[in-house]
């Protein structure tokens, strides 16, 4: 049986981990953005949006445990309250946002909407990468800080030639 010590995996350096962070949520969001319209043709879009919104967002947690973080399994139902938390604080961000905006211009272009969107969007989005990586998903930081000086842990994985190839695994090979 392997264990979830065993199944750790190396922590991706900071670039490696917001690479994968914005491919992992910008395919969500992409994906997301489909969803909706074709959800909202059958409820309002008001609920079509929460609903993609809460499933978007339980997604986007598990792959960035399992790819951009890479914490050595699923997420912990603490990760995902954590990161429902930065979620809805880059949604508020971004309304904020726009509603500075329509308060500052009676009638903004769509250029201009887009703009400030999108940058609210981008600061939100390196300020959840940060939360995420330095609080949500924290992997033994606080252990490697008390173990500055010593030499790094060896990482020890278990090979089972019975176990079929995990989808998630071929899927990070790649």
Known sequence: M???QSRQQAAPGAFTAFARF?????????AS?????ALASWLPWVFANALITVVSTLLATELHARFTFVVGGR?????HAQ?????????????????V????VAAPGAVLEQVVYLSASAL?????????RLVVFTRNRSQAAATVGTAPPVPTTV????????????CYAA
């Open 75 to 79: 997420a912990t139902w603490r990760q």
């Open 83 to 99: 990161s429902a938390g930065s979620a809805a604080a880059a949604y508020v961000v971004t309304c904020v946002a726009m509603l």
């Open 22 to 30: 914005v491919i992992c949520g910008g395919g969500v969001g992409l």
């Open 2 to 4: 392997e264990t979830a």
């Open 159 to 170: 090979a089972h030639a019975s176990t079929p190839a995990d989808p998630a695994v071929l």
């Open 124 to 132: 939100a989005g390196v300020a959840r990468f940060a939360a995420l």
């Open 101 to 104: 905006l329509h308060q500052l």
């Open 33 to 37: 953005s489909f969803a909706v319209v």
